[in-house]
Every structure is written in C-alpha cells, then in structure tokens.
C-alpha cells in the first residue's frame, strides 16, 4: 500500500521531483567521472601525475560538500512544497509514523534511480572528460572502454550518505511537525 501510494506522490509531485532527481544525477556523474580520472590508470602514466592526482583529490571533496549542501536544500524546498499535502494525509487519520514509511520508500526509490542514472551518465561521460583532459595538458590519447567498480562503490557509499541525511531530516520534520502547522 505504502509504496503505491509512494509511486503515485512522485509521479504526482514531478514538477518539484525532476529538477532534483535531475541535480542529484548530475551530482553523481560529476562525482564518479572525477574518481574515473584520479583511478584511470593512464593519469599515472603522464607526466606530473602526482600533482593532477592532488588537483582531482580536492576537486572531489568540493565535489561532495557542494552536492551535500545542495541536495539537502533542494530536499528541504521539495518537502517544504509538500507539507499541506502531509498535513491533509494526518488529518485524513494517516498516523505520523505511516507518513514517515511512505517519505522512506519515496526517498529510497528515488535514491535508486538517480544513483543508477547518474552513474549511467558518469561512465558515459567519463571517457569524454578524460580525452579532453588528455588534450588539455597535450598527451596522446588511448581509445578504450573503461568502467571505475571503485567510482561506482565511492558514489553509492557517499550519496546513499547523503539521502540518508536528507531522509533522516524528513523524518524529523514529521515527527516533529502538528497538522496545524501542516
């Protein structure tokens, strides 16, 4: 019951949902096409290798603090334009705990979706932002297809963090929240 009850609040919500599902894909892909390059194993190859290393290191921790604080504000402004429809399910006698497992299998579909998205584009991408950063410092490029297993496991482990804090802060609003309020 909860989860088609889930799927229908998504498909009904998809103008607030699809910019940010579309922001976390970008996200990931960004993220997973920096751990693609710092793991590639032509970069160790190159010249300086040690300081494009570093450079990459950093940039994924912007990459992270940036995507956290996005995607928790732009989870904030989807449930803040949720909130009379909340309110209205509580009234209606849906009890706060049952608001709190539909919001879970929400987060949890939506999660799915745009790790596996985003890491279909990351690998799509990946090859794209290696050749240009192969062109930019003038090396050779090497035509092949590669997969990163360590980005996939480094983006799954650091979004689902990241959707656990954004589910964790719904479920805190709710059980914190009054129908009035709602």
């Known amino acids: ?19 940010y599902m579309i922001m976390c894909i970008v996200c990931i892909a960004m993220l997973y096409m920096m751990f693609f390059i ?31 604080i ?22 209606l006698g ?4 049952h608001i709190g497992r539909m919001l879970s299998i929400e987060t949890v579909l939506t999660s799915v979706v745009c790790l596996i998205l985003g890491i279909l584009v990351g690998i799509l991408g990946s090859k794209l932002a290696l050749l240009l950063l192969l062109k930019l410092i003038r090396i050779p490029a090497q035509f092949g297809f590669q997969v990163s297993f360590f980005g996939m496991a480094m983006c799954a482990v650091i979004f689902g963090v990241i959707f656990l804090l954004a589910l964790l802060n719904n479920l805190r609003r709710v059980h914190l929240s009054r129908p009035v309020e709602l």
């Open 38 to 68: 710092l793991k590639n194993p032509g970069i160790e190859a190159i010249p300086k290798a040690g300081d494009v290393q570093s450079i990459l290191s950093v940039g994924i921790i912007v990459v992270v603090l940036f995507s956290c």
């Open 1 to 19: 019951v909860f989860g088609r009850l889930a799927l229908t609040n998504i498909k009904k919500n998809k103008g607030t949902y699809i910019p």
């Open 70 to 91: 996005f995607l928790l504000y732009s989870n904030s402004f989807v449930m803040k334009r949720r909130q009379k429809e909340f309110g209205l399910y509580n009234i």
């Open 94 to 97: 849906m009890e706060k705990g």
